[in-house]
């Protein structure tokens, strides 16, 4: 499976960004992750693509929301309020199972990363 990420750029604190990633095959979750330089890729958002149930972190609730298009293989993360320490590389995951979709582990494929900064 290959995962087309899209969607990142240069926005002020408070504002609104979308993130897509297109995967060339079914899977069994989808999900982002961050890192921020200087740490560690940290476990953002995921759905388990049958069921549609989710998962967020507790510093995205409220403010993400991630939804699919399951007939176009592909999610969405939209991202809300906005804040600096939002700043990061996003990744797209995917995996073949839904064994373990908080974690790095849980995911076979990924995409390329792309570049989400928050300005204050």
């Known amino acids: 499976v290959q995962l087309q990420a899209s969607g990142g750029g240069l926005v002020q604190a408070g504002g609104s960004l979308r993130l897509s990633c297109a995967a060339s095959g079914r899977t069994g979750v989808m999900g982002w992750f961050r890192q921020a330089p200087g740490k560690d890729r940290e476990f953002v958002v995921a759905i388990i693509w049958g069921i549609g149930a989710t998962h967020y972190a507790d510093s995205v609730k409220g403010r993400f929301t991630i939804s699919r298009d399951i007939a176009k293989n592909t999610v969405f993360l939209q991202m809300n309020s906005l804040k600096p320490e939002d700043t990061a590389v996003y990744y797209c995951?995917?995996?073949?199972?839904?064994?373990?979709?908080?974690?790095?582990?849980?995911?076979?494929?990924w995409g390329q990363g792309t570049l989400v900064t928050v300005s204050s």
């Open positions: 995951a995917a995996g073949s199972t839904s064994w373990s979709p908080t974690r790095y582990r849980g995911y076979d494929y």
